[in-house]
């Protein structure tokens, strides 16, 4: 490039800079005859006046300035003109061939196809990169960004903070509009899970999560709604907001269940939203309310910790110690090092509130427990470490929260159903406390006796829908409930009235399904084989007497109903690895069309609400600095659309959220973006 062409190119990107704002000036109305007579050359379609500034002249695809003084002539406007980058984009004649582009979904195509330059798609992608990405609407504002898209991209008027966060309004929107078609067309009963969250200003969201499963058999969940609720969180106020919510999706004809944590207040809020809606829901709500099976495991495993507090507190504080200095850390390091251990990993302090964190605190640091004794000897202060005996009880301990850790693992998941897995888990930690309340290890006796009297409270009396859910799992069918209670209760009575309660409710719910969806298969099966069979019009009138002795047959003898076809059938073999449930039923759906539709609507229930948990934080229900810096309205639709976007980009279904956290001041300019309450 010859000094001149650098001095040109240096000169456009000053004089863009010098522009400052990102927003196309409007050229001016001036029409003065003296303007229209040095307009006569051609070059004069490719530029516009500069408002305000008549010896100036903007390129009107790449939006740089240039002299425009009649004295200078025109030359250098020319050969802008047949350089210019942005023109080459610009001109829909000539489309460039590229070789990695994206669909409107998102999804990368590598193919060669034509590309032109589309300014309100590259809007709309910016502000899907922004609720991705948890970018402060500031972010068009900064030089840098705004150097960056230039070079870039020209031609691409970067719009004002303002504009984007319209833009992110209307991507939720959208995105929202996408959600409610799908919910009236495309998916059977809806199941919700709802748990509240605080902001660092101590404000109270209700996060609320729609869980159902498509036509073509596909789990699905998303964040409906994410209120800001006033205090006081009574049942009332709680049971209020979402049921404000259900309403403004009308999604109250569809309603399955819904899933709680384990407290008063949320009793209330299922007992409310069934006088509600009881209309809409399977026989009068009755099954409506699911206990989270993860937060009463919490408080269970929390009973029994209770008996070895001393020793976790001092493996705690000994955790703490060296987190608490960057000097100690680094000794402590040191000591890693001499030892030959993994470096890269390190010590969580736990939430003691939470068991889970407890047990992954005390895994980490018994792995490094040589260390922590060496650190005794290096470092005087270090004089309340763990003894011999609390490492010993803290090594026992996680050994017998292993099991309850991938329980809980279990329930949590969100990708497969779980409705069919809580009866076996449930039976699993029942005979494990019953199995180590007669440990010959005093400490693991007594956490087992603790945690089996909780266990009674909660689950001596099984949750009957989920129970059935087992059922519909052609791996068991009534083979595990039958095994189960018989273990727990022998072959006496009460082993028996156990399971036929679970027959009964399975029974009750098919024939409530039965009368909802169901007509006579068979006879329309049969009568279409018939007709299909026939030559011609001599053939059907013979066979109208034939068709009349099967459908008499079918009355006297009523076939069996699709569930005792499918009880009585062979269970599917456990040794089967790769068996996926929901592909079962969408294989077996045309044969069972009344039992798939149960079956879509109960495999759909979460056992837990840690799920919701997974689209913010692992450290339990506080917004970050984030979100908790934005205005309500902002934080729904931003935590909304970035779940529903997730769902909608399948690229990027597995790449976890970015958590990002901003300082508060950039987000203090922030505007509001305003939607109907």
């Not at 989920?466 to 082993?495: E, S, W």
Request: glycine share 4%.
């Amino acid at each position: 490039m010859s000094t001149m062409d650098s001095n040109e190119n240096m000169a456009e990107v000053s004089s863009v800079l010098r522009c400052g704002s990102s927003q196309a000036i409007e050229p001016s109305n001036t029409d003065s005859s003296k303007t229209n007579k040095r307009k006569r050359s051609e070059i004069w379609n490719h530029y516009c006046e500069v408002q305000n500034q008549k010896d100036k002249a903007k390129c009107n695809y790449c939006r740089f300035i240039f002299s425009a003084d009649p004295k200078n002539g025109t030359s250098h406007l020319h050969k802008h003109t047949n350089i210019c980058k942005a023109k080459k984009f610009h001109d829909k004649k000539q489309k460039i061939l590229i070789g990695t582009v994206t669909s409107k979904d998102g999804v990368p195509l590598n193919e060669l196809v034509p590309y032109s330059f589309d300014q309100e798609r590259s809007r709309e992608d910016l502000a899907r990169m922004v609720i991705l990405q948890e970018m402060p609407f500031t972010t068009v504002e900064h030089p840098a960004f705004q150097m960056f898209i230039r070079n870039l991209r020209p031609e691409f008027h970067i719009v004002s903070r303002t504009t984007l966060s319209s833009d992110c309004f209307k991507t939720y929107e959208k995105e929202k509009r996408r959600l409610e078609d799908l919910f009236k067309t495309n998916c059977g009963r809806i199941s919700l899970t709802s748990d509240m969250w605080t902001s660092n200003q101590t404000l109270g969201y209700m996060c609320l999560t729609a869980h159902y499963i498509t036509n073509d058999w596909k789990l699905k969940k998303h964040i409906i709604n994410f209120k800001l609720v006033p205090s006081p969180h009574t049942g009332l106020v709680i049971s209020d907001a979402i049921a404000n919510c259900i309403l403004s999706w009308n999604i109250e004809k569809r309603l399955g269940s819904i899933t709680l944590d384990n407290l008063s207040a949320n009793t209330v809020v299922a007992t409310e939203l069934q006088k509600q809606f009881r209309k809409d829901l399977l026989l009068d709500g009755k099954f409506f309310h699911v206990r989270c099976c993860a937060h009463i495991l919490n408080l269970i495993v929390k009973d029994g910790l209770k008996v070895v507090e001393g020793a976790i507190h001092r493996i705690r504080e000994a955790v703490k110690y060296i987190k608490s200095s960057q000097g100690r850390l680094e000794l402590f390091m040191g000591i890693v090092k001499q030892f030959k251990m993994n470096g890269k990993k390190r010590i969580c302090i736990d939430v003691p509130t939470r068991w889970n964190s407890t047990y992954l605190m005390l895994n980490d640091a018994i792995e490094f427990k040589d260390v922590f004794m060496r650190l005794v000897a290096r470092d005087p202060n270090f004089d309340n470490a763990p003894t011999e005996e609390d490492w010993s009880q803290g090594i026992i301990i996680c050994n017998f929260l292993k099991a309850f850790h991938l329980i809980t693992e279990v329930f949590s998941q969100t990708k497969n159903p779980t409705a069919n897995l809580y009866f076996y888990e449930i039976w699993r930690i029942n005979m494990l406390l019953i199995e180590e309340s007669r440990s010959q290890n005093a400490v693991v006796m007594m956490m087992a006796l603790k945690m089996q009297e909780k266990f009674d409270k909660y689950w001596k009396e099984c949750s009957h829908i989920l129970a059935v859910g087992v059922v519909l799992d052609p791996r068991h069918k009534m083979n595990l409930i039958i095994y189960c209670f018989q273990t727990i209760h022998g072959n006496g009575d009460r082993a028996s009235f156990e399971i036929n309660k679970v027959r009964e409710v399975l029974q009750t719910f098919y024939d409530n399904y039965a009368i909802l969806y169901g007509t006579n298969v068979s006879l329309v099966q049969v009568d279409e084989r018939v007709s299909t069979s026939q030559g011609g019009r001599h053939e059907n009138r013979f066979m109208h007497g034939y068709k009349e002795f099967i459908h008499g047959v079918q009355v006297t003898q009523p076939s069996k109903s699709e569930l005792e076809t499918y009880l009585e059938e062979k269970v599917h073999p456990l040794e089967d690895q790769n068996f996926d449930i929901l592909q079962y039923w969408k294989f077996n759906e045309s044969k069972y069309p009344i039992l798939s539709r149960m079956v879509r609507d109960i495999l759909a229930i979460p056992v837990s609400t840690v799920a919701s948990e997974s689209a913010f934080s692992t450290a339990g229900r506080v917004l970050d600095d984030f979100r908790s810096s934005l205005s309500p309205n902002t934080v729904e639709v931003l935590i909304c659309a970035q779940d529903w976007l997730r769902d909608s980009l399948p690229h990027l279904a597995d790449i976890p959220p970015p958590h990002t956290k901003y300082k508060v001041e950039d987000y203090e300019t922030v505007v509001d973006i305003n939607t109907d309450d």
